[in-house]
């Protein structure tokens, strides 16, 4: 996953670890619409739309794993940090706003991404590392799929008949198997096949 992060974000600027980004600013951002899907008004009926909270998670952990990178130390040995930072981390059993709520403190304080803050998001909305790495590499495949079909430059139609990419992005992998070798081009093509707009080789 570290891997695929680096390749998305040189797709967006070649040096990009040097620009040095606000990955953190991102990432509690990202919090806030997570708590959006989930609800907080106390004063009005809301139902928990728990598929789009765990976008959101994924989402985080896009900006997350991007706030690693220091251009000091490869992937390798940023992946057995990650592993070393949860081998002995049990979660404190918070629930999703207070997980949220704790790694955007996190954020807002240090300007950093904690994996075991992370891990407690995980926990309270109810993913493992399985779930995690296949919806990881669908927004992945997600996020490149809106390059392709322009964007940077504006042209990128995000709602489709109605729905966010991202709806149409749940219901597609609900539909593959994670496990084929293939997986990403088929969540390629998936997307590729309902989206309304011109293809990427500029044909209809």
């Known amino acids: 996953m570290l891997t695929m ?24 951002i ?9 609800g907080y008004k106390w004063w009005k009926k809301q139902t928990p739309d728990m ?11 896009h900006f997350g794993l991007s ?3 220091d251009g000091k130390q490869g992937v390798a ?10 081998e002995d981390f049990t979660p404190a059993g918070l629930d999703v706003r207070e997980a949220t709520e704790a ?23 109810d993913m493992d590392f399985n779930q995690l790495y296949s919806a990881y590499v669908g927004k992945n495949v997600l996020n490149f799929f ?7 430059s504006g042209s990128y139609q ?11 992005l749940v219901e597609i992998l609900a539909a593959l198997d994670s496990a084929a070798q293939d997986y990403a081009d088929q969540v390629y093509q998936c997307l590729q096949a309902r989206y309304p707009g011109p293809r990427a080789d500029g044909s209809q």
Not at 146 to 152: A, I, K, L, P, S
Request: hydrophobic content about 45%.
């Open 5 to 28: 992060q680096d390749r998305m974000n040189t797709r967006i600027h070649p040096r990009w670890i040097e620009q040095k980004f606000a990955w953190y600013r991102a990432l509690w």
């Open 30 to 38: 990202e919090c806030g619409e997570l708590i959006e899907h989930f």
């Open 51 to 61: 598929e789009q909270v765990r976008l959101e998670v994924i989402d985080i952990w």
């Open 67 to 69: 706030a690693l990178f």
């Open 77 to 86: 040995a940023m992946a057995e940090q990650i592993a070393m930072a949860l």
């Open 103 to 125: 790694l955007a403190l996190h954020a807002l304080q240090t300007h950093g991404f904690c994996p075991q803050r992370f891990w407690e998001l995980m926990h309270a909305a």
């Open 146 to 152: 809106r390059q392709d079909h322009g964007y940077q």
């Open 158 to 168: 995000k709602v489709w008949q109605g729905r966010e990419d991202n709806e149409h």
